[in-house]
Nanobody, 126 residues
Framework: QVQLGESGGGLVQAGGSLNLSCAAS????????MGWFRQAPGKERDFVAA????????YLADSVKGRFTISRDNAEKTVYLRMGSLKPEDTALYYC???????????????????WGQGTQVTVSS
């Protein structure tokens, strides 16, 4: 079992940057694939990024490639999402999630991830 807690969201102007963190509890963090998803009001929860359990492989949605990076520190039990060149369409509630299925590439389906944080709001003003 793992519990997740996101932080780092906020209000930023278009073109700006934000760094999200997701801290995990539990001893098995390093065995999970970790993902970031986002959900705007009235829309589905969309895949943003994922990282393998080891951290050696990363995957990004096409919409954020070249602007976002995902990383993890297994010793600190934390996964990060660094967001740059932010656009108003990046505005959403951002969630981190953990998946016990470590097959690669990781799934991009939200329903496959077993554990979720409470989310952190990112708002990008134009």
């Amino acid at each position: 079992q793992v519990q997740l807690g996101e932080s780092g969201g906020g209000l930023v102007q278009a073109g700006g940057s934000l760094n999200l963190s997701c801290a995990a509890s539990g001893r098995t963090f390093s065995t999970y694939v970790m993902g970031w998803f986002r959900q705007a009001p009235g829309k589905e929860r969309d895949f943003v990024a994922a990282i393998s359990a080891s951290g050696r492989s990363t995957y990004l949605a096409d919409s954020v490639k070249g602007r976002f990076t995902i990383s993890r520190d297994n010793a600190e039990k934390t996964v990060y999402l660094r967001m740059g060149s932010l656009k108003p369409e990046d505005t959403a509630l951002y969630y981190c999630a953990a998946d016990t299925n470590t097959a690669l590439p990781p799934t991009r389906r939200a329903r496959s991830y077993e554990h979720w944080g409470q989310g952190t709001q990112v708002t990008v003003s134009s």
